[in-house]
């Protein structure tokens, strides 16, 4: 799910060494006698995430202990899910995003009743809840080509949920998901 062309520095082992630390959170819930995650809508600012559909999360904390903290307490502030309320069930692949210089640890959580989310007006403009059997459909895959500032043009995999295109990191994460739910 990456976009053409690679940017190989996201898979050089030799990370930049003023990169940033960060976790998002994958929060499953039950609805409907199904299992769902919420993804978020960023608003638009002036950064190079602005607009974007991402998962809950963000960069590390000083007093954050580990990335699963940082997470958790993100989960918390972005979408107002109690952080005592999750259940961790592990970690899934770091992924380094060098347009922003962020290593990204995805962090697998539970909960056992639908949140009641509250959106944070700064940090989110809508929050997507997506089924898992949803998400697991493959007619959602699709492409385009994206044109993002400075003339760049990528050739971008993204998944089509409701609505929105869901690519890059985030899209690499949930094609990773897809993958372990699929191979069970």
Do not use: C
Not at 106 to 111: E, H, K, Q, R, S
């Amino acid at each position: 799910m990456a976009p053409q062309p690679i940017n190989l520095k996201r898979f050089d082992p030799n990370l930049p060494s003023n990169h940033r630390k960060s976790g998002v959170l994958l929060l499953f819930y039950p609805e409907h006698g199904q299992a769902y995650f919420p993804l978020i809508k960023r608003p638009q600012y002036l950064g190079v995430h602005s607009g974007q559909v991402a998962l809950p999360g963000g960069k590390m904390d000083p007093e954050d202990l580990d990335v699963i903290q940082t997470a958790l307490r993100e989960a918390e502030e972005e979408i107002g899910v109690n952080r005592r309320s999750i259940e961790v069930l592990g970690k899934m692949s770091e992924l380094y995003i060098p347009a922003s210089n962020f290593l990204v640890s995805p962090i697998v959580g539970l909960i056992n009743a639908k949140p009641d989310f509250i959106p944070e007006e700064k940090e989110v403009d809508r929050i997507i809840s997506s089924s898992v059997s949803g998400f697991l459909d493959r007619r959602i895959r699709k492409q385009t080509l994206l044109e993002l500032g400075s003339g760049i043009r990528l050739d971008t995999p993204y998944f089509d949920i409701d609505g929105e295109i869901v690519w890059g990191a985030t899209a690499m994460i949930l094609n990773e998901l897809s993958r372990i739910l699929e191979d069970r």
